[in-house]
């Protein structure tokens, strides 16, 4: 079946470090790829996606590239700040599993000042 | 902007008692389903929507029921709770089933004992 394995975390950094978040998956087919992020008390939401291999997705200073050969999908940022201190989960969706989402384990990560 | 509101936010029920979790949204989503997600397997679909009327069953239904008799509201009902669905719950919503954002609610944190 579709999966998707992240790391666990807790991830802890100090502020201006460089994050690296990694996730793989497995699918039948060919997958759109997301990054949902979730702050303290509030809902997930969408960080960035790619919808084809080499497509590289970015927001906020994120990027990840969607790499068929690695099946990969590693959500990085060169220089976090406290506030990107969240739950960040890995996700893919395919259009033959009626676009269902799959969802990683999540990841925490903390940023120290 | 108001979104997807789930309510409560918290709640502890003991074996065997019910309770239905609401999740309500103010977008005219067709799209609605509830999630669980609990530590380390990511989020795992319970049930979901494509419109009034119509509900299905997702990856982990048993346990839980669902009815969808306005676009707004997307209830979930625990006839007999177990410690097994100690969880946290997260109901989401999108325009349709296609490829479009998924926005998802903050959460409803559940403890049975």
């Known amino acids: 079946g579709n999966s998707v394995t992240q790391m666990e975390g807790p991830v802890t950094l100090s502020e201006e470090a460089f994050l690296t978040i990694n996730c793989t998956y497995t699918a039948t087919g060919y997958p759109s790829l997301f990054w949902y992020v979730q702050y303290p008390g509030e809902g997930l939401q969408l960080l960035l996606k790619a919808t084809k291999a080499d497509d590289k997705g970015s927001n906020k200073g994120f990027e990840a590239t969607y790499r068929k050969e690695t099946t990969s999908f590693h959500l990085e940022k060169g220089s976090v700040q406290v506030s990107d201190s969240a739950v960040y989960f890995c996700a893919l969706r395919l259009k033959a599993a009626g676009n269902k989402l799959t969802f990683g384990g999540g990841t925490r990560v903390l940023v120290k000042p | 902007n108001a979104g997807v509101t789930q309510t409560p936010k918290f709640q502890v029920l003991k074996t065997g008692q019910s309770m239905t979790l609401q999740c309500a949204q103010d977008?005219?989503?067709?799209?609605m389903s509830w999630y669980r997600q609990d530590p380390g397997m990511g989020l795992r679909l319970i049930h979901y929507?494509?419109?009034?009327?119509?509900?299905d069953q997702g990856e982990v239904p048993n346990g839980y029921n669902v009815s969808r008799s306005t676009t707004e509201d997307f209830p979930l009902r625990l006839l007999s709770a177990a410690p097994s669905q100690t969880s946290v719950y997260f109901c989401?919503?999108?325009?349709?089933?296609?490829?479009?954002?998924?926005?998802f609610g903050a959460g409803t944190r559940l403890s049975v004992l």
């Open positions: 929507s494509v419109g009034a009327g119509i509900t």
């Open positions: 989401a919503s999108s325009v349709d089933r296609g490829e479009n954002i998924q926005y």
């Open positions: 977008m005219n989503h067709e799209y």
